[in-house]
Structure formats: C-alpha cells, structure tokens
C-alpha cells in the first residue's frame, strides 16, 4: 500500500479523487470545543499559546480524537511571521490583534533572517503532533500570505477594507514590494522549517485578497506567493502547497496558473460551476461549505453539503468550509456533517 493511499488527503493532493472526499475544517482546533477552551486557559496570552509546544500540540490532536478528520493543521497564527520581522504583536480580548502600526519606507529595518531562531517553538510543537497522529491523517503547517500579513502590519490591527494597506500599496510601490519581499522571504524559512518538522502539506492563507484590482492583485498577492512557492520548491521541500487567496473572484484562475501551488482552497462566494471551467483541469480544490450553514445545522446543513457533494464529483476534492469554523457552533452540528459526508462511501 502507498503513502499517498494510506492517507486520503495525500492521495487526493497527488490527483487522485476520493469518494467520499477527505474532510478537515478551518479552524476546527478553537473555541466551539469545551476541552480547547479549558487547555487555552492555562497560557497567559495567545502569544504565549502558540509559542507553547505542549499546549498547542495538544489543542491540535483534540479534534482528530474527536472527531476523526483527515487531517490535523497546526495551531499556530498567522501573526506570528511579524514578531519574527522584530514587531511587536498582542492580542487584545474582544478586539483582536494589534501590532505597532509599521510604515513601508522602513522595510530595510524587517528581518527574516531571524525567521528559524524566533519560530523554532512552532517546528517543536510540529515534531510532538506527528508521532501521535493515526496513519491515515496528514500533518498540515501554514502561514500567511504576505499581502494579508503586510495589511495587519501597516494597519497596526485588522480593518474593513485594508484601505491604508491599498494606499501604501499604490503610493510607495518600491518600499510596500520590498516589505512584501521581506515577509515572503521569512515566510518561505519557517514553511520550510514546518515541512523539515513534519508538515506533510503547507497551507498559504490570503484572508485579505478580495477587492483588489487588477494590478494589485498581480503585485502583491500573486508575486509574493509565487515567490514563496519557489523558494520552499529551491530548498528541496516537495510537499503539496494549497493556496487560498479568499474573495479572490475571477482572479482565482490566475492564481491557480501562476503561483504554483499544488491546490486552491475556494470561498464560500465561489461558484463550483465557474470554478471547474476555469481552474487548470485536474487541480485539486478544497472547500467551500458556508460556515453559516454549518452553525444552522439540519436541512440547510445536509443540504448544501450535497451540492457541494456533488458539484466536486469527479475532481480531487478536499472537503472543508469556506472560511473558519465559527465559535458558536454545535459539536453535534460537525458530528452531523461529518455522517453526511462520510455516508457516500
């Protein structure tokens, strides 16, 4: 039996299509899980959590015990690569994270050589995961894209519309390019770090990738992806990447040909029609059940994940939502996804 056979996601990530497809959620380590909540109160800030190998490896397995998926992703964050950068991040309870506002002018001043030494708690909490997974469940690291890491950083926090982030963008295309280089740089170290540690897939998150034109989209989230891609591929790591440039519209297509990435992870908005006419043939997907339907529950439950079912048959196909599990919803609500899935074996 090969690898790629034992473990459902491998298979499907190396072309193959699965029924029923392989399942994992966003988010699916977090705070709708009791014993999470319990394991998060032991560390003093988030910061500390992440940074803590027992802690988060013990919040990744849990909802592999639970529940089975087939995969485990790290519990991590993806504004843990400015803290590598020499920034200053904290969360603040009910607001979010917050980071010392960072002007693109100063990029010299960012650095990623520091990337390994700075996140090398991350790899020990990759290196406690793997040993303890089933066979049959793949191991999966990830970061943030570069132009959804830069927003968080010029912004000094999460916004609406990244709109100081776009205007930078626009007026200092040199400096924001070069800042945009930087995260890219210390992100390829620590995916490779991740994928040296264990990760058997690495996941780019680009959160913040709706509503750019054209022109931005090409500069600041297809360049710098791409520039990850092919500095992980220089440094012999050959694990599958997916991508997820969310709200990425039409731009998916383009994303999927010019990245190089394995796989594109697809957004609730994401018309499957659409997307298997445009995206390369044979590509895998991954995604996209609305998170709402998810917290509903029920009939709206079952029956979206059937269209999605569906929609997908006969393309590699990861099942996942189309963006984060959210808090508030039910353990039984996944049980009940989780059968409905599963029953078209």
Avoid at 5 to 13: D, E, G, Q, R, Y
Avoid at 180 to 186: E, F, V
Avoid at 221 to 237: F, H, L, N, Q, W
Avoid at 269 to 274: C, E, N, Q, S, V
Wanted: aromatic share 8%; with cysteine; net charge negative.
């Amino acid at each position: 039996m090969t690898l790629t056979s034992k473990k459902p996601m491998l298979a499907v990530l190396s072309g193959e299509t699965r029924t029923p497809p392989p399942v994992w959620l966003m988010r699916q380590a977090g705070r709708y899980l009791d014993e999470y909540r319990e394991v998060r109160s032991r560390a003093k800030n988030f910061i500390d959590f992440c940074f803590s190998p027992d802690l988060a490896a013990e919040v990744t397995l849990q909802p592999i015990r639970r529940f089975g998926f087939d995969a485990a992703i790290l519990f991590a964050d993806i504004l843990l690569i400015p803290i590598a950068l020499g920034r200053k991040v904290w969360f603040v309870t009910g607001e979010g994270p917050k980071l010392e506002p960072f002007d693109p002018l100063a990029f010299e001043t960012l650095t990623p050589e520091r990337a390994r030494e700075v996140l090398a708690p991350v790899g020990e909490t990759l290196r406690r995961v793997a040993p303890e997974l089933p066979e049959e469940t793949t191991l999966i690291g990830f970061a943030g894209a570069p132009w959804t890491v830069a927003t968080y950083m010029v912004e000094g926090g999460g916004s609406k519309d990244r709109f100081s982030a776009r205007v930078a963008a626009w007026q200092h295309p040199e400096a924001f390019d070069g800042m945009l280089d930087r995260i890219a740089d210390a992100t390829a170290e620590y995916l490779v770090m991740q994928a040296e540690a264990g990760a058997e897939v690495l996941k780019i998150f680009d959160s913040w990738a709706e509503g750019l034109p054209e022109p931005l989209f090409e500069r600041v989230v297809i360049r710098p992806t791409k520039r990850i891609v092919d500095k992980v591929r220089a440094a012999g790591m050959t694990v599958p990447i997916i991508g997820f440039p969310r709200g990425a519209g039409a731009f998916y297509a383009r994303y999927a040909r010019e990245t190089g990435v394995t796989a594109v992870a697809l957004d609730t908005g994401m018309d499957p029609a659409w997307a298997q006419s445009m995206l390369p043939e044979g590509m895998p997907v991954q995604g996209h059940l609305d998170p709402a339907a998810l917290r509903a529950g029920g009939a709206a439950l079952r029956s979206e994940t059937q269209r999605l079912l569906d929609s997908w048959s006969g393309r590699p196909h990861i099942f996942n939502l189309g963006h984060g599990i959210t808090p508030d919803v039910p353990v039984a609500h996944v049980h009940e996804l989780l059968a409905c899935i599963r029953e078209r074996a």
